[in-house]
């Protein structure tokens, strides 16, 4: 069975706290959104992150997409803090280096309208003028999309995936779940949009 998930914001992507820190006992898991039974995260949404995330309870094909060398594009709605300017969009779509790390190239762009996103259980004071933007990842390195943001002196303040190849969260509600099309799953296997 493979599902797509609606992740809302302060959700641990585990079931249990068994192999979390002590800071993470007594925040809110995926137990508590009625997924079925055997279903796994394939990849990961940070606590407080937000949007699409497949579970499935085959091994195969959660290896399929969380293996770098296939490079299954997964999309990003981020609000940043500040004004990007082009120089920065520029070096996003470059690749910045992180911890000894260069990123691939990705597809960054400012958004022309806000998301209508659901408010968040915690606010978001900004101490500045915000942007949304719209960032494409061919790779998934742990809190990247927050480091390169940062790295271009733009924070991120609130983070939504908003697709991973062809699955989106179109009509999903927060903390829904459905199951994925066989279209949507063949397309995932075969690495393309």
């Known amino acids: 069975m493979n599902i797509a998930f609606n992740k809302p914001y302060g959700v641990l992507t585990s079931f249990t706290h068994e192999v979390q820190s002590a800071s993470d006992v007594g925040k809110r ?5 009625g997924l079925p039974a055997g279903v796994y995260a394939a990849g990961r ?7 699409l995330l497949i579970l499935s309870d085959d091994g195969a094909f959660i290896h399929r997409l969380t ?50 996103f659901p408010p968040r259980e915690k606010p978001i004071t900004p101490h500045g003028p915000t942007a949304w933007l719209e960032i494409v990842l061919s790779e ?6 927050r480091h390169m943001t940062a790295h271009v002196g733009l924070p991120t303040l609130r983070l939504v995936r908003v697709a991973i190849g062809p699955v989106t969260l179109s009509g999903l ?19 393309q949009r």
């Open 29 to 33: 898991t995926l137990s508590e959104f």
């Open 45 to 51: 949404l940070d606590y407080d992150s937000e949007g």
């Open 67 to 116: 293996d770098p060398r296939y490079k299954l594009p997964k999309t990003y709605v981020v609000q940043v803090e500040g004004a990007p300017m082009e120089d920065a969009l520029t070096q996003l779509r470059l690749g910045v280096t992180i911890q000894g790390y260069h990123t691939q190239p990705c597809s960054a762009r400012v958004l022309a309208e806000v998301p209508q």
């Open 140 to 145: 998934g390195k742990k809190r990247q999309v």
């Open 173 to 191: 509600r927060l903390g829904g779940w459905r199951e994925l099309t066989v279209t949507e799953t063949r397309t995932l296997i075969r690495g």
